[in-house]
């Protein structure tokens, strides 16, 4: 079975581009997380879908940040315009509903420049 | 406010012995979960152990133990017989939620485990 899977796995930006990230996560996972691990820092949570619709986006940092779950399958998470301090490493995970474990990708790396 | 706080930025360990890696939580919620991840080198977050707030006993995974002592608000991770795989960053992480939905993770700084041959 594959696992969450991440693309790009890395990321170099210029300051002001836009970046799109995307994660496909578990078959049959209807929960679906973004989290965020900027320099030194602990990992924080994004967001949280259920299916396609957005359960939780008390992370989110600001409105240069949209994340999507069309048909509730794969999610993209687009950062426009990047800025410096929103260089680190974006994880994506996904659980079953009822389950209790959550289960994370290899995390995209992106490089603001 | 939510917290976990793992007090050992690094830790060595001498092959084939046991280790514990610490972490303390703060809640007042009565239902959560608490998990234990893996980070290599290699980037990826690897799911080692969970343990739910209402579970009676001590969570176990092969070589991984989950020290839980809920009084004192404390989930210790606890490697047997370490190898030198288990080199690599460890997480700490608590889910507001408890065993019916895990909603989303609260994580520790992290703790950096070199096992030495």
């Known amino acids: 079975e594959a696992g969450v899977t991440q693309f790009p796995s890395h990321s170099v930006i210029e300051k002001g581009q836009t970046v799109t990230l995307r994660c496909d996560p578990i078959?049959?996972?209807?929960?679906l997380y973004w989290y965020r691990r900027v320099m030194g820092k602990e990992i924080k949570f994004l967001l949280h879908?259920?299916?396609?619709?957005?359960?939780?986006e008390s992370g989110m940092p600001n409105n240069r940040f949209l994340a999507e779950r069309t048909g509730g399958t794969y999610s993209t998470l687009k950062v426009q315009p990047a800025e410096l301090e929103d260089s680190g490493v974006y994880f994506c995970?996904?659980?079953?509903?009822?389950?209790?474990?959550?289960?994370f990708g290899e995390g995209s790396w992106l490089t603001v420049v | 406010a939510q917290k976990i706080t793992q007090t050992q930025p690094g830790m060595f360990v001498q092959e084939k012995e046991a280790v514990t890696l610490d972490c303390t939580y703060d809640?007042?919620?009565?239902?959560?979960?608490l998990f234990w991840y893996k980070q290599p080198s290699s980037g990826e977050m690897i799911f080692l152990i969970y343990?739910?707030?209402?579970?009676?006993q001590n969570a176990t995974e092969g070589r991984y133990s989950l020290n839980f002592q809920k009084a004192r608000k404390s989930a210790n991770l606890v490697i047997s017989a370490s190898q030198l795989g288990d080199s690599a960053m460890y997480f700490c992480?608590?889910?507001?939620?408890?065993?019916?939905?895990?909603?989303?993770?609260?994580f520790g700084q992290g703790t950096t485990l070199q096992v030495k041959p």
């Open positions: 343990q739910g707030s209402y579970d009676q």
């Open positions: 078959s049959g996972h209807d929960n």
């Open positions: 992480a608590m889910s507001p939620y408890g065993s019916g939905n895990t909603g989303k993770l609260i």
């Open positions: 995970a996904s659980g079953i509903y009822s389950g209790n474990t959550i289960y």
């Open positions: 879908f259920v299916k396609e619709s957005k359960q939780d």
């Open positions: 809640t007042s919620d009565p239902s959560y979960g």
